[in-house]
């Protein structure tokens, strides 16, 4: 099954530093999702994005949904040490096959 | 308190053994999923059923086995036919099809 391209593959941060990550796909999405997922635990989703141009807020995160639908941005302003985690972005496309397509995930690390 | 619930949460199992992992979800969802994660690696998706009594393979569906005979439930069978079954496991649900997936804590398989 097709992956979308995310980056960075990791980060190391020192906290209150802003995050910036994104995902690209050769694909047009009509969805976007991004989930983070804590060590051991199920991916919790934080934002999604159903318009070209959207841009959310969740609290200190924000997405943005590429003009061109074929991508997508993440920012976390002023990171703490539970933003430490792996972060995966998720497409939808209405082309046939609804399933969603995951990112290969962004870990962050936060250096004391 | 409405969710998805995955048990056990760490399951133990030797080799040519089959083993059933329970996923149970009162958010009144259409569909569910079953998904594969491997250490450092992103998911990849097994089976999926859109409605009761009716699910499609995933892109990994070989040596794995389900039933979807009541909405709230969607167990995965790992059968002694999966070569590498060792891995951690993760149900979602969504809304339909098309809509955002909502996932479960995970059940982390060990074959010894």
């Known amino acids: 099954g097709q992956q979308l391209n995310q980056s960075p593959q990791s980060m190391f941060i020192q906290e209150g530093e802003d995050v910036s990550m994104n995902c690209t796909s050769s694909?047009?999405?009509?969805?976007w999702l991004w989930y983070k997922q804590d060590p051991g635990e199920g991916p919790v989703l934080l934002i999604a994005l159903y318009k070209a141009g959207e841009l959310t807020s969740n609290g200190r995160l924000t997405a943005q949904f590429g003009i061109t639908r074929k991508d997508s941005f993440l920012n976390i302003s002023a990171s703490i040490p539970s933003d430490v985690g792996i972060y995966f972005c998720a497409g939808i496309s209405n082309f046939g096959n609804e399933k969603l397509t995951f990112g290969t995930g962004t870990r962050l690390t936060i250096i004391p | 308190d409405g969710g998805i619930t995955q048990s056990p949460k760490y399951l133990f199992r030797k080799e040519g053994q089959n083993v059933t992992l329970s996923c149970e979800q009162n958010l009144n969802h259409d569909a569910m999923y079953w998904y594969r994660q491997d250490p450092g690696q992103g998911l990849r998706l097994i089976y999926y059923s859109q409605i009761v009594n009716d699910f499609q393979k995933g892109d990994i569906a070989e040596g794995y086995s389900v039933s979807r005979e009541k909405k709230e439930s969607f167990p995965l069978t790992v059968t002694s036919a999966q070569k590498n079954p060792t891995a951690f496991y993760l149900c979602a649900s969504s809304i339909g099809e098309a809509g955002a997936q909502f996932f479960g804590p995970g059940t982390r398989l060990t074959v010894l």
């Open positions: 694909s047009i999405f009509n969805t």
